[in-house]
């Protein structure tokens, strides 16, 4: 499937690495970054509507879609410093030195790096429903952590969560799209069976990019953390009620880490840029207005 009125290409971003992008728009650029278990089609309210006036980039990431799946055995390869590094010669080869970065889930941790590693190349970063990698460990703990079961699944060594999932692949992403996507039609079938097929054919990598999150992307943060390092560009989060029902503030969270910050709960579900793409929309647009303080 393709998003209906976007051009579509490889581009090479690292060595042995190309990635599947639509792009379509004119202006200001703006990258859009999927989350799990889905792919760039995630953003085909989202995208169609700021490419009226922006130019947007939908890429899948390494490791998803129809990106290249490099062998996961070093760390380095799925760390969210990688993968945003990534990101970042994606627009360089589109002619963009600079760019607006918004993901989700995944995507957001990818964008969360971004910002960090990158502060004078992302000018705006939106986090829809995913907290920085070392609080989300944090706030994990008890009974309510079993939400949360694939991130300790997928942070075993090499071989048991690859041959598990493996096994029975659309069983495992497909207890995700439904228990996270709720009633009514954001997953239309069409939809839900392409994120299936990817899924299918990434388990490796999907498995490697969550490895990386309980390993090397918990050093790369915790150095942030360390030296103070924080997000210096306009920052909004839209979020679940996580604090609520995980018992922490989601909002002090953030705060630690973005001073120019509009955090806001929304009504949707965690698929929000699909099952409420008007309030993602206008968050974005929002966004996109601000000027640093």
Same mark, same amino acid.
Not at 125 to 143: E, N, Q, R
Not at 189 to 212: F, G, K, N
Not at 263 to 282: L, N, Y
């Given at each position: 499937?393709?998003?209906?009125?976007?051009?579509?290409?490889?581009?090479?971003?690292?060595?042995?690495?190309?990635?599947?992008?639509?792009?379509?728009?004119?202006?200001?650029?703006?990258?859009?970054?999927?989350?799990?278990?889905?792919?760039?089609?995630?953003?085909?309210?989202?995208?169609?509507?700021?490419?009226?006036?922006?130019?947007?980039?939908?890429?899948?990431?390494?490791?998803?879609?129809?990106?290249?799946?490099?062998?996961?055995?070093?760390?380095?390869?799925?760390?969210?410093?990688?993968?945003?590094?990534?990101?970042?010669?994606?627009?360089?080869?589109?002619?963009?030195?600079?760019?607006?970065?918004?993901?989700?889930?995944?995507?957001?941790?990818?964008?969360?790096?971004?910002?960090?590693?990158?502060?004078?190349?992302?000018?705006?970063?939106?986090?829809?429903?995913?907290?920085?990698? *070392? #609080?989300? /460990?944090?706030?994990?703990?008890? &009974?309510?952590? @079993?939400?949360?079961?694939?991130? +300790? %699944?997928? !942070?075993?060594?090499?071989?048991?969560?690859?041959?598990?999932?493996?096994?029975?692949?659309?069983?495992?992403?497909?207890?995700? *799209? #439904?228990? /996270?996507?709720?009633?009514?039609? &954001?997953?239309? @079938?069409?939809?839900?069976?392409? +994120? %299936?097929? !990817?899924?299918?054919?990434?388990?490796?990598?999907?498995?490697?990019?969550?490895?990386?999150?309980?390993?090397?992307?918990?050093?790369? #943060?915790?150095?942030?953390?360390?030296?103070?390092?924080?997000?210096?560009?306009?920052?909004?989060?839209?979020?679940?009620?996580?604090?609520?029902?995980?018992?922490?503030?989601?909002?002090?969270?953030?705060?630690?880490?973005?001073?120019?910050?509009?955090?806001?709960?929304?009504?949707?579900?965690?698929?929000?840029?699909?099952?409420?793409?008007?309030?993602?929309?206008?968050?974005?647009?929002?966004?996109?207005?601000?000027?640093?303080?």
């Amino acid at each position: 499937m393709q998003l209906t009125g976007f051009d579509y290409q490889r581009v090479p971003v690292a060595d042995g690495v190309a990635l599947n992008v639509a792009v379509a728009g004119s202006g200001s650029p703006v990258v859009l970054l999927h989350g799990f278990p889905q792919t760039h089609l995630m953003w085909r309210h989202v995208a169609a509507d700021l490419a009226a006036d922006h130019t947007v980039l939908c890429p899948d990431l390494r490791g998803y879609g129809d990106s290249d799946k490099p062998d996961g055995t070093d760390p380095r390869t799925y760390s969210k410093r990688t993968m945003a590094a990534d990101v970042v010669a994606l627009a360089r080869a589109f002619g963009h030195d600079r760019f607006a970065l918004a993901g989700h889930d995944r995507g957001a941790l990818v964008a969360i790096r971004a910002g960090l590693d990158h502060p004078e190349t992302i000018t705006h970063l939106a986090s829809l429903d995913v907290l920085p990698t *070392l #609080d989300m /460990w944090d706030v994990l703990h008890g &009974a309510n952590a @079993a939400v949360a079961f694939h991130l +300790y %699944l997928m !942070a075993q060594p090499p071989g048991l969560p690859e041959t598990l999932i493996g096994a029975t692949p659309d069983a495992f992403f497909g207890h995700f *799209l #439904d228990a /996270w996507s709720g009633p009514g039609d &954001a997953l239309p @079938a069409d939809v839900r069976a392409e +994120y %299936l097929r !990817a899924s299918r054919e990434a388990v490796p990598s999907i498995v490697a990019d969550y490895r990386a999150s309980a390993t090397i992307d918990v050093e790369h #943060d915790t150095a942030d953390r360390e030296a103070g390092n924080r997000l210096r560009m306009p920052v909004t989060v839209l979020q679940q009620d996580w604090g609520a029902a995980l018992g922490y503030d989601a909002e002090a969270v953030w705060r630690a880490w973005a001073g120019d910050l509009d955090h806001r709960t929304v009504t949707s579900g965690h698929f929000m840029a699909e099952q409420g793409p008007a309030e993602v929309i206008k968050a974005l647009r929002e966004l996109l207005t601000r000027t640093t303080g």
